[in-house]
């Protein structure tokens, strides 16, 4: 019962930081309703702040397969809801079908942003995942550099109302689905101060990291639970 309460306190404790984050992604990335000219948000297509916009391949249109270990080949299922890559959820391709498919080879700081199936799930990619390529599921975002605090991107991607947008613009047949146009077409609402943007990314990547590790410690608390119980309802540990 003690560990029940404990698992419990620590759900309600993290539903609660979710309803805070959200209420925080409301208000710091809605623009001033009111500001002075010089504080008034920017609004750009994508595709006038990137190097590249790009997806990839699957390996066996050119005549590959996947292989057992190698270079991590990311797909949609690979990238969780909150935006992480999870490596034991990706498949390998070899060195040389790597080099065929040159294009889609993913570099740190890219944002990958599913155009397939669920939409919009995004992530941004860091240096321990590499070498690694994509599949014609996920777009590849390479952003210019001083344009736009890609943190700050990611955050916009998962706010209400652009999953929403992202939802009317869909093409819809055997799934829902985007286009690289679409992506380059995407109208980003941003402050003109790098600064401030990186300000709100740091704020909300703070909230995001108190709920994984509250996360963390509702699945240790969980586990531990299923231990107790092991070790008391079968008797092999006894209270006396």
Known sequence: SDADAWIESLEQLIAKKRL?????MQTLLTPPSHAEPDEAWEVRKLGEMVNLITKGTTPTSVGKDFVDSGINFIKIESITKNGRIDLTKVAFIDESTNEILSRSKIQENDIL????????RTAIVKKEILPANTNQALGIIRLKENTLDRVFLYYF????????MLNTISVTGAQPNLSLFNLNEFEILFPKSKEEQTRIATILSDMDAELEALEAQLQKAKQMKQGMMQELLTGRTRLV
């Open 20 to 24: 805070i984050k959200q209420g925080a």
């Open 113 to 120: 942003f599913s155009i397939a199936g669920a939409l919009g």
């Open 157 to 164: 991607f998962n706010t209400s109302e652009f999953q929403q």
